[in-house]
């Protein structure tokens, strides 16, 4: 009896240890990093409007102005979408690399193109008299095998600053002018 009880235990302490050493550090699922609230002020802009149609006009109007090709444009949601890819590859990148791999008899693989995307909503404000925009860029980078090699937000205040600027001037063409 005393064995089947020490064999018991010694079973039930091999579990223990078995399952502890198989744990890992709890990861956050999503990868989300942490909130910013100067972040989520810079790529928000108010307009002094109700009119949301003509808000998402102007930014689509820009996107088109500045190369991006719209990929989601849902007017009903206040959604858009919009992507361009960037060539990073130069001549001086590209004998580079050439002369590496030839030296090294190995193929380099290095930065070639980047993907900048834009996701927009436009909804109305909290108190109903204003509309709200909110812009995110994204950038990711593929080397010349097409593997990922970085995957940000931008988070530059000037490039925010910049866009909404064009899309103020858009939305006061549209208004005045069309």
Do not use: W
Not at 143 to 162: C, F, V, W
């Amino acid at each position: 009896m005393y064995i089947k009880h020490a064999f018991f235990v010694l079973l039930m302490a091999l579990m223990v240890l078995f399952c502890s050493a198989c744990a890992t550090k709890k990861q956050d699922v999503l990868g989300l990093p942490p909130v910013d609230a100067s972040n989520h002020y810079r790529q928000t802009h108010v307009f002094n409007t109700t009119d949301r149609a003509r808000v998402l006009s102007a930014a689509v109007t820009t996107l088109q102005e500045l190369g991006y090709n719209i990929t989601v444009a849902e007017s009903q949601l206040g959604l858009v979408t919009a992507s361009k890819t960037i060539n990073n590859t130069n001549a001086f990148d590209t004998a580079l690399a050439t002369l590496g791999a030839t030296l090294r008899e190995e193929t380099t693989a290095r930065k070639q193109t980047q993907e900048i995307t834009i996701s927009i909503v436009v909804l109305p404000s909290q108190t109903g008299e204003n509309t709200r925009i909110r812009t995110a860029f994204q950038r990711t980078t593929r080397d010349t095998q097409g593997t990922i090699t970085k995957n940000e937000t931008l988070t530059d205040p000037e490039l925010y600053r910049s866009f909404y600027q064009r899309v103020s001037k858009s939305h006061f063409l549209q208004a005045h002018y069309l």
